[in-house]
């Protein structure tokens, strides 16, 4: 009954790899985002996707590439993994611009 | 380039006593205030939130205050539970923005003493 889901919860995969991050959200939002914490704990927004339309895209490196199949889902593919990519990725969802629900994280770690 | 920060990192408080979180923000715009509490291992999960047109909000134990003239908000915790300890975050966005824009603190960790 999770609200909103992300897998895996953990990912570790050596440098120049590929790889993929999944969400899903049942709360029947209509903007979902992708969230990452880095090693100094700040949580900076990545993406923001309303009814499946890129609505925000923050300085993000190229490399990484969102894809929201339909509004329930939002999922991560980053390209040539760096080792400062290693964080905590969070997915979340929110209806109209209310308050976030936020997933359990995806701990990334790059090798 | 921090636009809301949270200076604490850490603080320890006795159960049953008050416990106030500090967050201090740069941003004029910013109009909308949101406290997210997170456990290890768990993403944030929102808490208590305050609109620029209120000075306090408040929802059982938790009361949130904000002073727009010191572009400072707080929040307190009365009386504190062990349940409480966890990292507390922050956060602001501008009119119009609402989540889709959320700007975050860096976080305080917070842990009750039984």
């Known amino acids: 009954d999770t609200a909103v889901s992300q897998t895996p919860k953990y990912l570790v995969t050596q440098m120049g790899n590929d790889k993929s991050i999944k969400c899903e959200q049942n709360?029947?939002?209509?903007?979902m985002y992708w969230y990452k914490q880095d090693s100094k704990k700040f949580l900076k927004i990545m993406f923001s996707?309303?009814?499946?339309?890129?609505?925000i895209n923050e300085t993000v490196p190229n490399r990484f590439s969102p894809k929201s199949p339909d509004k329930a889902h939002l999922n991560l593919h980053i390209n040539s993994l760096e080792l400062g990519d290693s964080a905590v990725y969070f997915c979340?969802?929110?209806?109209?611009?209310?308050?976030?629900?936020f997933g359990s994280g995806t701990q990334l770690s790059v090798l | 380039d921090q636009q809301v920060k949270q200076n604490s990192p850490s603080l320890s408080v006795q159960e049953g006593r008050i416990s106030i979180l500090n967050c201090d923000y740069t941003n004029s715009m910013f109009d909308y205030f949101l406290w997210y509490k997170k456990y290890p291992a768990e993403g944030p999960t929102f808490l208590i939130s305050?609109?620029?047109?209120?000075d306090k909000n408040e929802d059982g134990r938790f009361t949130v205050f904000l002073n727009k003239s010191a572009k400072h908000l707080s929040l307190h915790i009365v009386p504190s539970q062990p349940g409480d300890s966890a990292v507390y975050f922050c956060a602001a966005s501008a009119s119009g923005a609402g989540s889709y824009q959320l700007t975050f603190g860096k976080g305080t960790k917070l842990s009750v003493i039984p």
């Open positions: 979340a969802s929110s209806q109209q611009g209310e308050k976030l629900f």
């Open positions: 305050i609109s620029s047109i209120k």
């Open positions: 996707y309303n009814n499946k339309e890129l609505i």
């Open positions: 709360l029947g939002h209509d903007t």
